[in-house]
Nanobody
Framework: QVQLVESGGGLVQPGGSLRLSCRAS????????MGWFRQAPGKQRELVAG???????NYVDSVKGRFTISRDNAKNTVYLQMNSLKPEDTAVYYC?????????????????WGQGTQVTVSS
């Protein structure tokens, strides 16, 4: 059974940085494309960054140039480095495997989600 555990969120001022981590267990991590999603209050969950099993990356326009997704297959972990954070980045962030690296159309693979990690950008 897959387990996804996100961590690294917190309260940060605009312009600040955070590094999120998501450790997966119960799967052969290295074969999956992985993605970071976020859900702001009152909004649908959206995919913001993806990384293929070959380490190709893709981002939604609103985070390009500010966020970097990476993975460590030896640690079954995917990361999201977030720089130049803005108040509109405030959300709960989740990871999941995704079925493609096309940000606009990729879907989560697993129906089971982790608890997420809260990111709040505020002065």
């Amino acid at each position: 059974q897959v387990q996804l555990v996100e961590s690294g969120g917190g309260l940060v001022q605009p312009g600040g940085s955070l590094r999120l981590s998501c450790r997966a267990s119960g799967i052969i991590f290295g074969i999956y494309h992985m993605g970071w999603f976020r859900q702001a209050p009152g909004k649908q969950r959206e995919l913001v960054a993806g990384i293929t099993n070959g380490r190709n990356t893709n981002y939604v326009d609103s985070v390009k140039g500010r966020f970097t997704i990476s993975r460590d297959n030896a640690k079954n972990t995917v990361y999201l480095q977030m720089n130049s954070l803005k108040p509109e980045d405030t959300a709960v962030y989740y990871c999941n495997a995704v079925n493609s690296n096309q940000i606009a159309t990729a879907k989560p693979v697993f129906g089971s989600w982790g608890q997420g990690t809260q990111v709040t950008v505020s002065s």
